[in-house]
């Protein structure tokens, strides 16, 4: 058993994502643990080459975390063979040049989404992964957390019978920004910096009903701007351009119908910040990023509709909460974990630049069918 060394460009290293979720928590976490466990008995240790555009604060990320390596040129950084794998945590409208320079450099990819602005640009980045024989990965976070590691295992178990529906519900309040300090950075509002609730969650809603419950066939969306004036970190108000809410139907290959609302101009009242109601002929989930709650067929109640009489019932105490049974790490670390061992273990990875595009491509459908207030279908996407 040996260890061995791979040395990975993380370019965003300063912002919130790329220092928090993928840095802190994700791969310095791998390095403070030793490294990833490779199927031969070797481990696999991150050499980290962080990029972002302030110096001040990649000095400052540097040595509070005993890093040596970092520049403000990313063309550098390309140039140096010994660092394999390319991580790209900027805001989306940097993304594509600095992909394609990546590629080109002889990379593996490994990024966060949506991979571009559009789905003619993913498509393209794919394509040219592809035909340079480039490993690559999309960040698909959701899919490695407690809550769906817990709706596969009942999935493969077959505790559904035949799926019927899902019904998700996304969201929380975002402070306008007045009175209140936003929780979200404002270009998030501003359509025309890449803002918009589709563009951001419908890549997540593409891989999490791809992955767990078929190919989505069909889409029908609305969206909306609920509110049109917000405060920006300054406190300056401005205009909001970008949706800032959406209502989807997506149908499935195999029949199951999906609905998913996302926004960020709704109170919470559920137990956690996204909840995914599953029914099927045998059973139901109630499943949110950590807890999964079930009801088979064979304990599920037998309500009468009677408007005129209050329903005493407790119908959430007819639920039976879903044991972890294994400890839950990082999903953000887990999936990095998932993909060097990929990578460097010679197998293909499921979760590629093409997966990215489907997800680009969810969105881009998506707001098309709210401006044309019609049903679209999609084709097959395939490399």
């Known amino acids: 058993m040996a260890q061995r060394r791979i040395g990975i460009i993380v370019n965003g290293a300063s912002g919130r994502m790329g220092y928090r979720q993928h840095l802190v928590r994700s791969l310095l976490a791998i390095r403070d643990q030793g490294g990833v466990q490779l199927a031969d008995g070797d481990t696999l240790m991150p050499d980290l080459l962080l990029v972002g555009r302030n110096e001040e604060k990649l000095r400052t990320i540097a040595e509070r975390h005993g890093l040596e390596n970092w520049t403000t040129d990313v063309d550098a950084a390309l140039e140096q063979d010994d660092y394999e794998v390319y991580f790209d945590a900027l805001v989306t409208n940097l993304r594509l040049d600095n992909l394609k320079k990546a590629i080109a ?153 999906v609905q998913m609302n996302s926004s960020w101009d709704v109170r919470v009242h559920r137990d956690e910040l996204v909840e995914f109601q599953v029914d099927g002929t045998k059973g139901s989930a109630v499943v949110g990023l950590h807890g999964a709650r079930i009801q088979p067929r064979e304990a599920t109640p037998k309500p009468v509709w009677n408007p005129d009489v209050r329903d005493g019932h407790d119908y959430r105490g007819d639920w039976i909460e879903v044991p972890d049974n294994e400890v839950f ?21 499921p979760f590629d630049l093409l997966a990215g595009a489907r997800g680009v491509r969810l969105a881009e459908i998506g707001l098309k069918s709210a401006a044309e207030g019609r049903r679209i279908e999609l084709d097959v996407l395939e490399g």
């Open 329 to 349: 790490d990082n999903g953000f670390k887990v999936q990095w974990e998932d993909f060097l061992r990929h990578y460097v273990e010679g197998r293909p990875y």
């Open 105 to 257: 450099a002889g990379k593996a990819i490994y990024t966060e989404k949506p991979t571009a602005e559009t789905f003619e640009d993913a498509l393209e980045l794919a394509r040219l992964a592809k035909d340079a024989g480039t490993v690559s990965g999309v960040v698909h976070d959701k899919l490695y957390l407690p809550g769906l590691l817990k709706l596969r295992r009942l999935i493969d178990a077959g505790f559904f019978g035949e799926i019927l529906s899902v019904r998700g519900e996304f969201g929380y309040w975002v402070y306008e920004g007045d009175w209140q300090a936003a929780q979200r950075p404002s270009w998030n509002y501003r359509s025309e910096d890449g803002g918009g609730i589709v563009a951001d969650m419908f890549p997540h809603w593409n891989y999490v009903i791809e992955d767990l419950f078929g190919r989505i066939v069909d889409v029908y969306a609305q969206t909306a701007t609920h509110i049109g004036t917000r405060w920006d970190e300054q406190g300056r108000e401005y205009a909001a351009t970008a949706d800032d809410a959406a209502y989807g139907i997506f149908r499935l290959e195999n029949g199951t119908v």
